[in-house]
């Protein structure tokens, strides 16, 4: 089983749409989660922590965690074309000072 | 700096030959990590720097594969006896500790290619 998982995708919304991105992971003691969004050829950014259960609002960003389901997710709301790009989930495991990667979520919004 | 710095943007070797990757973290961050990304693949942990701690070699794929880090500040990973299989784009990244509650801060990698 993979440490943290993402459906690879494309996931594809029309613009104005709300977008939703999925991730678990395996490690029960898990303290810290974050989401990176990755453009075609360019390095990971970092769009959102967060490290207790609930929601946690950005601007158009709400990231969700449900530490008990193992399951954190991101939602963007009004998508827009610039919000195509690949999705990373990030998670702090327990026992590791790491960051572990899942595969990442292409996300598509079309016009 | 006012950013991760990574250099050389883009590597280009022949099989066999060794390579270093140079990282300049962002001032006063203390955890140093190096990752590589594989075409259309996720980011593969490789190493870790902690300060004065003894790096977390953990993710190097093998014996060919090195990292220092000087003065608690730059990092070199060195590959040596290049293979085709390690072509991929090689991230650094810091943080400003490394307990894992602050995010990284990505440089722009580098882009290794093995003929």
């Known amino acids: 089983q993979k440490e943290v998982e993402q459906n690879s995708g494309p996931l594809s919304v029309p613009e104005g749409a709300i977008a939703s991105l999925n991730c678990t992971y395996s490690?029960?003691?898990?303290?810290?989660f974050f989401w990176y969004r990755q453009y075609s050829g360019k390095s990971p950014e970092l769009i959102m922590s967060?490290?207790?259960?609930g929601d946690k609002e950005d601007g158009r960003f709400t990231a969700q965690l449900n530490k008990a389901s193992q399951y954190v997710s991101l939602l963007i709301r009004d998508s827009q074309p610039s919000d195509s790009a690949t999705y990373l989930c990030a998670v702090k495991s327990g026992g590791y000072n790491k960051l572990i990667f899942g595969a990442g979520t292409r996300l598509a919004v079309h016009p | 700096g006012a950013g991760v710095s990574q250099s050389p943007s883009n590597k280009v070797t022949e099989k066999g030959k060794d390579v270093e990757l140079r990282c300049d973290p962002i001032s006063g961050h203390t955890a140093l990590y190096w990752y590589r990304q594989s075409l259309g693949q996720g980011l593969e942990f490789l190493i870790y720097f902690q300060g004065n701690s003894a790096p977390d070699k953990s993710g190097l794929p093998s014996d060919r594969f090195s990292a220092e880090r000087t003065g608690g500040s730059v990092s070199t990973l060195t590959i040596q006896r290049t293979q085709q299989e390690d072509s991929a784009v090689y991230l650094c990244?810091?943080?400003?500790?490394?307990?894992?509650?602050?995010?990284?801060?990505f440089g722009s990698g580098t882009r290794l290619t093995v003929v």
């Open positions: 967060i490290y207790s259960n």
């Open positions: 990244a810091s943080s400003l500790e490394g307990q894992g509650f602050y995010g990284y801060t």
């Open positions: 490690d029960r003691v898990s303290q810290s």
